[in-house]
């Protein structure tokens, strides 16, 4: 079954909680603080697996969850780390942040691995918080936990050739003709459901990968008929070859029809009519192909036209040459970019640690993702875990940023659940 777009929930490791613990040998009588840090979570990793070509197994999978990391152990022992999640797709996966829409992985590469979940990292043992002032802190801290989205996992075929146009134009026989696949051929329309891909070998040229899309019509870019479903595979497609049928079996005009899917290429979310294309005429050996041929060539003067038969392979030698010189020579241009290649730097925006909410009537919210995961690593019925939490956000800059937003002496600040009492500290 060809699944080429899912959704799934994937949940990174917690980290391990840090030890309280103190050594207790018999010879050591003032033993100190033994507790040790917990294991970092584990991490959800997705990789190419060039023996895959669906994502039908994620489909069957929907939550993928990360082990977490182990809690720390005694004589400052550190936790196991939690076991990585690795999922394995097809060249050609996109993973998207279902919320954000932010792309997460796009694996174009046989070697490609992306982390798309970082598992949370381990909390420190009481070991950590050792000090001449606290000779035997007697707290530790939590793991955080790691990290949880929903992701829409997309499979983009990566071909070299897309063979596009209306339904039962003859894109399936083609590929049935030059290749050994061997796709469903039927005399009604929309027979390709799925993208169908075929190698085609021409001469001393390299052998290169043709996918034989399924039919596009009026308004598939806006979602009408199957054409909207597979466009996407389209996008990654060096060459496209425009078949057009000349024997106008169907009373329809390979004038109009030319023009109708050049629209919806340029409609689609990417802009695909600036893609090479070769245009071809197929079903030559009808009784009105030649007729609408010659209106065809007066209509569009300037383009270069292949004739064929792929019913009865004729005149497939010029076209599959022609596919095999252009795609070389968009290689050696390929090649030349990278050459030379020309960088434009984008400094990426940092999510702020926290953000200060200002609800009115001398209270404040604390926010942020980075605030939110440290403050759960804290225990706040211990008291000296609750002043390091207190240490940590005035380091961030906290207090300084409560004042800014209007915060006095006695105004209430809450943290999710929690709520304390505002006390401005000297720099």
């Avoid at 043992?125 to 001449?132: E, I, L, P, Q, V």
């Avoid at 609408?292 to 038969?309: C, G, Q, V, W, Y």
């Avoid at 706040?380 to 004042?403: C, H, P």
């Amino acid at each position: 079954m060809f699944i080429d777009k899912v959704k799934i929930e994937v949940i990174a490791g917690k980290g391990g909680d840090g030890l309280v613990a103190f050594r207790r040998e018999k010879y050591v009588p003032l033993g100190g603080p033994s507790g040790g840090d917990g294991g970092k979570g584990g991490d959800v990793i997705v990789m190419v697996d060039t023996n895959k070509s669906t994502l039908l197994d994620l489909s069957y999978q929907r939550r993928v969850v990360a082990k977490n990391g182990e809690h720390g152990k005694n004589k400052k022992m550190h936790g196991a780390d939690g076991k990585d999640v690795i999922l394995k797709v097809p060249l050609g996966t996109v993973f998207i942040d279902a919320n954000s829409k932010e792309v997460l992985a796009d694996l174009v590469h046989v070697d490609q691995r992306v982390i798309i979940a970082k598992g949370g990292a381990g909390g420190q043992g009481n070991a950590r918080y050792k000090s001449s002032r606290n000779p035997a802190p007697d707290y530790a801290q939590r793991g955080a936990l790691g990290e949880q989205r929903e992701v829409q996992v997309e499979l983009k075929l990566l071909a070299d050739v897309g063979l596009i146009g209306f339904p039962s134009v003859g894109k399936s026989t083609l590929l049935s003709v030059i290749s050994a696949a061997k796709p469903e051929i039927a005399p009604y329309h929309f027979t390709t459901i799925v993208p169908n891909l075929g190698v085609v070998g021409v001469g001393e040229y390299p052998a290169f990968v043709v996918a034989d899309m399924p039919g596009l019509i009026e308004g598939a870019a806006l979602g009408k008929g199957l054409g909207i479903q597979f466009l996407r595979h389209i996008e990654r497609t060096k060459l496209l070859v425009h078949i057009i049928d000349m024997g106008a079996q169907d009373f329809r005009d390979p004038i109009a029809d030319y023009r109708i899917i050049n629209a919806e290429l340029k409609n689609y979310t990417v802009d695909l009519s600036d893609r090479p294309q070769i245009v071809v005429a197929n079903k030559m050996d009808l009784p009105n192909a030649q007729d609408n041929l010659k209106r065809f060539k007066e209509a569009f003067p300037d383009l270069e036209i292949f004739e064929i038969s792929a019913v009865i392979k004729d005149g497939l030698d010029a076209l599959l040459y022609k596919m095999a010189s252009v795609l070389e020579e968009l290689k050696k241009q390929t090649d030349i970019e990278q050459e030379a290649p020309t960088f434009t730097y984008t400094l990426k925006k940092e999510k702020p640690r926290f953000e200060v909410v200002n609800l009115g009537n001398h209270e404040f919210r604390l926010t942020g993702e980075a605030l939110i995961n440290k403050y759960r690593q804290y225990d706040f019925e211990n008291e000296a875990s609750a002043l390091q939490f207190a240490y940590v956000l005035k380091r961030w800059g906290v207090d300084k940023a409560l004042k800014a937003a209007g915060a006095e002496p006695g105004d209430v600040v809450i943290i999710e659940n929690l709520a304390f009492v505002f006390e401005d500290s000297e720099d």
